[in-house]
Nanobody, 132 residues
Framework: QLHLMESGGALVQPGDSLRLACEFSGSTSDAYAIGWFRQVPGRERQEVSCISTRDGEIYYGNVVKGRFTISRDNARNTVYLQMNSLKPEDTGVYYC?????????????????????????WGQGTQVRVSS
């Protein structure tokens, strides 16, 4: 079980960049899939990107490919999401979620996306708003 805490959300203009951070604590010696998911009111949580703490394998959701970069700093127990060329449709609450690594990273990301109400460890979310 991990405890997760997000930070870095802000109000930015279209085209700007932003970096989110997810600091995790707990059973950090175990292998996890940790990812970023975003949600807007009235819609389901959507996968953004996930990374394996075991070997750094990465998966990106289709909506952010080429614009966002996920990375990890094992020494700081932190996963980052670098977001470039932000668009108004990137607006939402960004959640950090984690689950023990039992499948490939793409499958783990999909699992967390669809089962977030019942499974995984989640942070409280950080608000990102992209508006001119």
């Amino acid at each position: 079980q991990l405890h997760l805490m997000e930070s870095g959300g802000a109000l930015v203009q279209p085209g700007d960049s932003l970096r989110l951070a997810c600091e995790f604590s707990g059973s950090t010696s175990d292998a996890y899939a940790i990812g970023w998911f975003r949600q807007v009111p009235g819609r389901e949580r959507q996968e953004v990107s996930c990374i394996s703490t075991r070997d750094g394998e990465i998966y990106y959701g289709n909506v952010v490919k080429g614009r966002f970069t996920i990375s990890r700093d094992n020494a700081r127990n932190t996963v980052y999401l670098q977001m470039n060329s932000l668009k108004p449709e990137d607006t939402g609450v960004y959640y950090c979620g984690a689950a023990p690594l039992t499948l490939g990273i793409e499958a783990m990301c999909a699992f967390l996306e669809h089962q977030y109400e019942d499974f995984g460890s989640w942070g409280q979310g950080t608000q990102v708003r992209v508006s001119s």
